[in-house]
C-alpha cells in the first residue's frame, strides 16, 4: 500500500513538473516576442516612399524592412547613419533603435529615373 502511494506521488511530482516546465516555456515565448523589434513596412516607390513619415519611439527597438517593386532604389539617413540599397523581390531590413528624438530625413540615394531628386521622407521620433 505504501509503495502505491509513492508511486501515485511520484507521478503527481512529474506532471507538475512537466506543467512548471510548460508555463516556464510559454513565459519565455512572451518575454522573447515582447523583446522582438517592431517591423515597419516601407515601400520605395517612383518617386515616393510609402509611407513618406514613420514615426517611432526613443529606445523601441525597430526593423525598417523595404521593398521596391519597380528598379532598385536607395535609402539613406545621413544624421541616422542609415543606408540600404533596396533590390526590386528582396526586402532590405535595416534594424535599429533610435537613441534621440527629433526629427531625420531620408532620401532615395540612388538614381531611379526623373523625379528621383525629390524623393525623401522623415523619421520622427518621440521621447
Known amino acids: 500500500m505504501r509503495r502505491r502511494l509513492l508511486l501515485r506521488g511520484a507521478g503527481a511530482a512529474a506532471a507538475g513538473a512537466a506543467g512548471a516546465g510548460l508555463a516556464r516555456h510559454a513565459i519565455a515565448q512572451a518575454s522573447a516576442s515582447a523583446a522582438a523589434p517592431r517591423v515597419v513596412p516601407v515601400v520605395a516607390r517612383r518617386f515616393v516612399f510609402i509611407p513618406n513619415e514613420v514615426t517611432?519611439?526613443?529606445?523601441?527597438?525597430?526593423?525598417l524592412e523595404f521593398t521596391a517593386p519597380e528598379v532598385v532604389m536607395g535609402f539613406?539617413?545621413?544624421?541616422?547613419?542609415l543606408r540600404a540599397v533596396i533590390v526590386p523581390g528582396t526586402p532590405a531590413r535595416v534594424p535599429f533603435t533610435p537613441d534621440r528624438a527629433g526629427r531625420f530625413d531620408f532620401l532615395c540615394d540612388i538614381f531611379c529615373g526623373?523625379?528621383?531628386?525629390g524623393m525623401s521622407g522623415r523619421l520622427v521620433v518621440l521621447d
Not at 517611432?56 to 526593423?63: A, D, I, S, T
Open 56 to 63: 517611432l519611439k526613443k529606445g523601441e527597438p525597430v526593423v
Open 76 to 81: 539613406f539617413a545621413p544624421a541616422l547613419g
Open 114 to 117: 526623373d523625379g528621383h531628386e
